[in-house]
């Protein structure tokens, strides 16, 4: 599976819930398969998704989902302490691994070599780590959902591309609606 | 007057209760302060563009948000600053120590100051520097503006504002 296929899996599970998506194909991804105004599309800043993600989840109640890569989490890589000691019970990362920067041409990563992003996450103070299967990640999603824990998700899935158009929807519309769906 | 307290008091009294830091020597105080009080979440950041992503998310959730760091650090948050706080049109005040400036022992620190007011110009964020002990008495009036136009705006705090180095003058 590539992350365009975990993602059409997991759509209908995260269709009401608050979404951080990370930039580039990933966000054009999500955005033409299911776009929600509970999505917050990041169309630049490579690499803070899970902050974000994780300032969203300390500011208020509902559910977030951070969904990141791994060449992004590598990026910003501080995030995982950050996370760790402060951690919401109401925030899930999901890192989908596939071991390449996508957005940029499939480059390899790390953490398709000797990095494993979950040990990292762990050794980080993350205490509720789970590494799965792509063809796993709509199960161990809805479990992390269903719990009042914090969860960190390693999606080890493959590397590919769905060829997805642009997001054009300007950066301040994106945000309002994002906005008016936290408050909803 | 202690500054450190104004500052907190200013931020609690705008409804900025959600600051991150990365420390500088000159803002210990503040960053004390911060953690002694339980009107404001402090949540300490490993890096300032890091920083800022928090604060995006928590004005997404509704809170009012900032950042306190050291202007050497303003080069690792140049794209953050564009296609993030900008880009989407978030409010962020950012507290700065302008390191590099007058009293400066450390010679490297010269080198970010002297990009420091060019790079926020360049990025056309509204800058204050804080040279003297009273313009701190500007702060609660730089915070309204910052939420009323939604920018990110630096204030720059310079040594002589902040008494001077250790053994050079009360840190206060």
Known sequence: ??????????????????????????????????????????????????????????AQDKNVIAIDGDGSV?????????????????????????GSYGSTGDQPTYAGMKTSLSKVAEACGCENVVECRAEDTGEVLEAALAGDEMTIIVCKCESGNAKMPVITMDPVVIKDRFMKAVQA | MDINKKFADDFAANGVDFITTVPCKQLAGVIEELERRDD???????????????????????????????NTALGVTINTLATLIQYYRMPLPML??????????????????VHTKGLL?????????????????????????????????????DATFWGGYDGEGDAK
């Open chain 2, 121 to 157: 110009a360049q990025l056309n964020i509204p800058t204050y520097h804080f040279h003297r002990p009273e313009d701190v008495a500007e702060f609660d009036a730089i915070l309204k503006y910052t939420f009323m136009c939604n920018k990110p705006v630096a204030i720059l705090t």
């Open chain 1, 74 to 98: 590598l990026t910003n890589l501080g995030t995982l302490p950050t996370i760790a000691n402060n951690a919401a019970g109401n925030f899930t990362l999901l890192i989908v691994d596939n």
């Open chain 2, 40 to 70: 404001i979440f402090h949540i300490p950041s490993n890096k300032e563009d890091e920083g800022m992503g928090l604060c995006a998310g928590a004005h997404m959730g509704g809170k009012r948000a900032a950042i306190i760091m050291q």
């Open chain 1, 1 to 58: 599976m590539i992350r365009s296929e975990v993602l059409k899996e997991i759509a209908p599970i995260i269709r009401d819930e608050l979404i951080v998506c990370n930039i580039g194909i990933p966000s054009q991804e999500l955005h033409a398969i299911d776009d929600q105004p509970t999505n917050f599309y990041m169309l630049g800043t490579m690499g803070l998704a899970s902050s974000i993600g994780l300032g969203l989840a300390l």
């Open chain 2, 96 to 113: 700065i120590s302008y390191r590099g400036e007058l009293g400066e022992p450390v010679a490297c620190q010269v080198e970010m100051a």
